[in-house]
Antibody, heavy 124, light 107 residues
Framework: QLQLQESGPGLVKPSETLSLTCTVSGGSISSSDYYWGWIRQPPGKGLEWIGS???????YYNPSLTSRVTISVDTSKTQISLKLSSVTAADTAVYYC????????????????WGQGTLVTVSS | DIQMTQSPSSLSASVGDRVTITCRASQTISNYLNWYQQRPGKAPKLLIYAASRLQSGVPSRFGGSGSGTDFTLTITSLQPEDFATYFCQQTYSNPWTFGQGTNVEIK
């Protein structure tokens, strides 16, 4: 059964870079059928897609974050990484990674399963 | 960005009730619409993808319909474990965006 686990610092200072890792187990990260995505959720609020990456490194980012976001993949470690620079309090959120299924022909796509999420607080 | 608007924002219902949640897109998104369930303190769980396709392992009391701009999630007989927040998501164009959520509470 595929499992995803986020890890990283729970506290980041304003203006610094948030760095998180998602470790995938129970399945291949190099499957041609899937991208791997990051989504965040500020406490008590809704969900925001951050970006998604293919095992080859091809990536898509939310335009509102693209100037500050880098997502990378390490297939040897079955890990996906997220870096978000110049953070502010508005970046405080639970960060989730998820498998992003993307059908080549129909372009239908969805996120499943999700990791349990990790809370990152931006504060001095 | 495509805006997704859910209604209602919250509802109270009893076990056994039929519940309907609506999601409206700010522009046509064909059938590129997913529904997720999120229980308190947990990660979202996929229920429905491509507007009407039931994800494997999801009970058949959950159903989705719609196309274009208007979509519906229906729970035919609400169960205790269904009290949660439900989100719609469009995957028609970047950025993929979510509705604000509908909180289903116990009456």
């Amino acid at each position: 059964q595929l499992q995803l686990q986020e890890s990283g610092p729970g506290l980041v200072k304003p203006s610094e870079t948030l760095s998180l890792t998602c470790t995938v187990s129970g399945g291949s990260i190099s499957s041609s059928d899937y991208y791997w995505g990051w989504i965040r959720q500020p406490p008590g609020k809704g969900l925001e897609w951050i970006g998604s990456i293919y095992y080859s490194g091809r990536s898509y980012y939310n335009p509102s974050l693209t100037s500050r976001v880098t997502i990378s993949v390490d297939t040897s470690k079955t890990q996906i990484s997220l870096k978000l620079s110049s953070v502010t309090a508005a970046d405080t959120a639970v960060y989730y990674c998820a498998r992003h299924s993307w059908q080549q022909v129909s372009r239908e796509n969805w996120f499943d399963p999700w990791g349990q999420g990790t809370l990152v607080t931006v504060s001095s | 960005d495509i805006q997704m608007t859910q209604s209602p924002s919250s509802l109270s219902a009893s076990v056994g009730d039929r519940v309907t949640i609506t999601c409206r897109a700010s522009q046509t998104i064909s059938n590129y619409l997913n529904w997720y369930q999120q229980r308190p303190g947990k990660a979202p769980k996929l229920l429905i993808y491509a507007a009407s396709r039931l994800q494997s392992g999801v009970p058949s009391r959950f159903g989705g319909s719609g196309s274009g701009t208007d979509f519906t999630l229906t729970i035919t007989s609400l169960q205790p474990e269904d009290f949660a927040t439900y989100f719609c998501q469009q995957t028609y164009s970047n950025p993929w965006t979510f509705g604000q959520g509908t909180n289903v509470e116990i009456k």
